[in-house]
């Protein structure tokens, strides 16, 4: 073998061996990363994996690559976007949720009821409380099968709790006497009547929900109409009628909501009411008034006949926003309307309004607006209203829509108006008594208004109660007594007939029901002798047939 033979040989050994070394250290030695790949690790509960991915991965990739399935809820740390840098670990946590139900008792409300039937302090169960029944959904959410939240999702209430009616006696010890007709009263939310006398007093209507917006006795003392709170969304209230007289005592829904400012029954007629309505509002003062006036029959039986639209829905002139009153004659030929900026009258087969005299419209500075309180004389001849002045002259009364000042004024129909009290204040409340009879045949009548105390203060001034011959004439101030406080503002309310009274000369007077200090009092015109009736004090509303 030549030297140069023999060197090759040896140099492809030397190479062999070199192949061979490289080849077992590269065996042995951990796996190398290609350039733009980096290395993590994705734990679950179920153990973890390392996979290798491309630089710039996200988690979601990550997690493609160690073969996990994501479900709908299922979440990881960090999150699915998050970009992973060498080395990153991820957390894979598997959610669940489950939905529970359970039904939970809701316990009834005690309610109380003043019954001025049963002596002060005694008490009696009307109505057994009954629990109600509620069932409540609950989410439960697990992470890797450990809770970590639960909320309620949805309740139902399968059964609604009934209240524990419980009347509690409030009769005070006031001596009964006779009265003329039917007299109603709203007593903390509640309707009762007492008929021919003070000591003979029944509840009407005891579901403590009556707003006191509407309060009247039909003409012929059978019904009793009123307006009660509601629940519902967007409803203010809703307009009811309870029977009085008669063997079904009903209470009929009659089905119109949303009425603040009127609603009566049109006299001589069977079970017709008129009324006005609003809509709800979010803002002060929670309504915009319609003016409307619509015409309604109900039965006992529950028939309701279609409401019909007398007046169609209007602005109502200035301030209209707040809402028109409506006033019937005694005998229901003519309407009269009063708002803020006059008053009129309304044909209702013709469904249109003429003025009878415009009044300058007070501005409150307020979420309210005045209207100016108006009742007929007995004979329909004549409204008896207030008129907002303004005297030039006189230093108090400023400008036209700001002046304190208020008169009591009698309007004919269809001629000029007469003032009769000058500054008596903005809630006067002019209401005419029924017919007397004079010895000399003639038939007369008196007018009954509140005085201010503070004639320009009259927004919050206290009342006195005045009497007056329909010209005005013979002012008398009758209620309250000399050195009491005065009256909240209210329109009171004439006896329907007058009281048998030996020491008058016509042998018969008629008596006022007023409210003071939440309780019913009773004057009498020509004596000024005033009588409680009531002395639970959440006396709201009087109506008297």
Known sequence: MSLREALRRSSLKLITVGLLLTLFL?????????????????????????VKVAAGSTVQDAINAAKITLGELDRSEPSLYTILTDGSKVQVIKVTEEFKVEQVEIPFERQTVRNEDLPEGETRLVQAGVNGLEEITYRQVFEDGAEVSINPVKSVVVKEAMPEIMMIGSRAPFAAFDIPGTLAYLSGGNAWVMKNSTGDRRPVVTSSELD???????????????TQRSEEKEVINSLWAAQIEGQTNTIANLKVNNVVHFADWVPNSVLRIACSTVEPREAAPGWQANNDLILLNFSANGWL???????????????????????????????????????????????????????????????????????????????YTVDHVNEGNNPASGSAETSPLFDVIAMPLYSAPVHLATQAGMFAYPVASPLLPLQSGENAYLVAYLQAIFPTQSETSRYRLVVMDRDGSNKRTIFPPEGMPGMEPQQVIWSPQPFDLLSTPSGKSFSIAVLYQGNIWMVDVDSGQARQLTGEGVVSKIAWK
């Open 305 to 383: 006949s279609k409401p019909v639209k007398a007046l169609e829905a209007s602005t109502g002139g200035v301030y209209g926003w707040w809402g028109t009153n409506f006033i019937w004659s005694p005998n229901g030929s003519e309407l009269a309307y009063a708002r803020p900026d006059g008053i009129g009258l309304v044909d209702t087969h013709a469904g249109t309004t003429s003025s009878l005299i415009e009044i300058n419209p007070y501005q409150t500075f307020g979420d309210w607006a005045w209207v100016p309180g108006a009742s007929w004389s007995p004979d329909g001849k004549m409204l």
């Open 212 to 226: 006191g917006r509407v309060f009247s006795l039909a003409p012929d003392k059978s019904w009793l109409l009123f």
């Open 26 to 50: 590269a065996a042995c030695s951990p796996p190398q990363v290609k350039q733009g790949q980096i290395m993590a690790t994705v734990n679950t509960v179920e153990g973890s994996s390392t």
